[in-house]
């Protein structure tokens, strides 16, 4: 007789379970989801959002001719239509011909030395930034598919284990606060995930754009450590694992972050 | 923050110390060891006496203890305070001098795990501090020492 008492009282346990606050945190969220409700409604308009002054900014460079006379819109069309979004969803990508990983500044800069056959922007160049968002862009909606399997497998671990050492003298890792610590507030602002979907996004703190990579950047520096040089093999392995963190959320650039 | 004109002061003034590193850096001076004895440092750092006027301000400055980035404290007119610590209010009534210290000195012998920054660790386990804070604890000796005095008083 106590099987169909139990019953209710056992459906009631795995309903509980299942909206359980601290189960549902460990699904990837995008940090719009840690945002104030201001700063999203600024994300999300058009003419209020400040990133979208670098994807125009992005758009003007991309179809501006350099000397050699190919611009990236002689390839990839004035929209930028020939790329693909689904493909610039990948990135950061394994590229073994350019030994390892690459992420979408090192193709743009890779596209400026070989195909353009101008001098490549120099990494966190407002220029470089501008072009990263406006082709990033092109992909807004698609979602994160960095590859997890194959020659990535290995190398998304070593990023995994600098995401978990401290760095500096306040000593914290990513995971400290982006996993232990998420959705509690660190001087009056939330904590997000870290996740990389939303990026290159245009930063309050600093009142400027900022890829992943200068992002990890500025963290660092918080954290009064000395930050790894952007053409580093931690800074490739951090960034790409940080976005493979991110698979699945759909992309934002320009989003708006702290 | 409610409010457009909020926002538009907020987005003026961004706070400082989020990414950017404004903090003055203090002239690095000798390391004084310490010994842990029954999960406390009864002894002060370096021998110094701390003062709790100090150690108020050094708990409020952002660029100097920053308590406030993930512990409220029992202080009138402050928003942005963190809620990944605990709340200090009444931390002098839980714990001794000797235990405080050990927790502010370095809390991962403690918690391996724990987020707290050591203000005073051994300086070996400092991973890849930048150029200009080598050889530098997160905190003077002699403010580690204010900011005890200053804590005690949190009764």
Known sequence: MTGPRILPWALGLIVALLANNAWADRQAKSGYAYLREETRQMQDDEFENPGYLAVDKGQELFRRRPDSGRSCASCHGQEGAKLDAKRLARYPVYDKSMGGIVRLQDRIRNCQEQRARTKALPYHDPDLLALETFVRHLAAGEAVNVQTDGSMASLLKKGEAIYRTRFGLIDMSCAHCHEMYTGQYIRGQRISQGMGNGFPAYRLDTGEMANLDLCIKQCLTLMRAEPFMPDSEESRLLGAYIMSRSNGLRIETPAVRY | ?155
């Open chain 2, 1 to 155: 923050m409610k409010g457009a004109g909020i926002l538009l002061v907020f987005l003026l003034t961004p706070m400082t110390g989020m990414a950017s590193d404004s903090a003055a850096v203090t002239p690095a001076e000798a390391y004084c060891k310490w010994k842990m004895v029954d999960y406390g440092v009864p002894e002060p750092l370096c021998g110094l006496q701390g003062d709790a006027g100090r150690g108020r301000r050094i708990v409020l400055d952002s660029g100097q203890g920053n308590c406030l980035a993930c512990h409220r404290l029992p202080v009138d007119g402050v928003e942005g305070y963190g809620t990944i610590g605990p709340p200090l209010a009444g931390v002098a009534s839980r714990l001794t001098r000797a235990q405080l210290r050990l927790r502010v000195v370095d809390a991962r012998h403690l918690n391996p795990y724990s987020i707290m920054p050591g203000y005073y660790p051994d300086l070996a386990l400092i991973n890849r501090p930048a150029v200009k804070y080598r050889g530098r604890a997160f905190l003077p000796a002699q403010a580690v020492e204010d900011v005890i005095a200053y804590l005690a008083t949190l009764k």
